[in-house]
């Protein structure tokens, strides 16, 4: 499988892909408002390939803590996406990996996600409620462990925590309760 940083040429494939991943327009309209968005940035975006095929996407988005040096790097994993034909091959975890590869070499310490909490913690991600981090936008209670953190720069957690923030274009509450 090969992976790489998407280009402005790229966005028909990205839409797709999220597109036949969800089963719906609403992560690929998210994708395509998170591309657009200034707020974004620095943002980092991959596709996956097979056999010269995309079938995988992910994007990462800036997040920042009001309370936390400017200094402080932080991103946000959303979303994720493998077209359907091409799930439970591992795709997605080798662009995680991929992902939080390159994040580390730009010095981001802390990558969020509100995910599955049994498929991120083989990233190392872990409940960010614990560590004091709360979500841009409240989170129905059941979700409270999928609202995970990996701390890239191994010791960053446990020195800063509070409300993370995010993107406009994904700073809407009821993209944080579904």
């Known amino acids: 499988m090969n992976i790489r940083e998407t280009t402005a040429a790229d966005i028909s494939t990205i839409l797709a892909i999220e597109r036949a991943a969800f ?16 707020t974004a940035q620095p943002l980092l975006s991959l596709l996956g390939f097979e056999n010269d095929r995309a079938v995988g996407h992910i994007l990462f988005t800036r997040a920042y803590l009001n309370e936390a040096p400017s200094s402080l790097r932080m991103s946000i994993l959303a979303p994720l996406a493998v077209v359907p034909d091409a799930q439970g091959k591992g795709i997605g975890g080798k662009l995680v990996r991929n992902g ?79």
């Open 100 to 178: 939080l590869d390159i994040l580390s070499s730009w010095d981001v310490a802390l990558v969020f996600v509100l995910g599955a909490p049994e498929y991120y913690r083989r990233f190392g991600f872990s409940p960010a409620g614990r560590h004091g981090f709360i979500t841009p936008s409240p989170i129905p209670i059941e979700y409270t462990d999928a609202w995970m953190v990996h701390d890239l720069s191994e010791g960053t957690l446990g020195t800063v925590h509070g409300m993370v923030q995010c993107a406009d274009s994904l700073n809407k509450p009821g993209l944080w309760s579904e």
């Open 23 to 38: 089963h719906s327009d609403e992560e690929a309209l998210l994708v395509r408002a998170l591309l657009d968005d200034l």
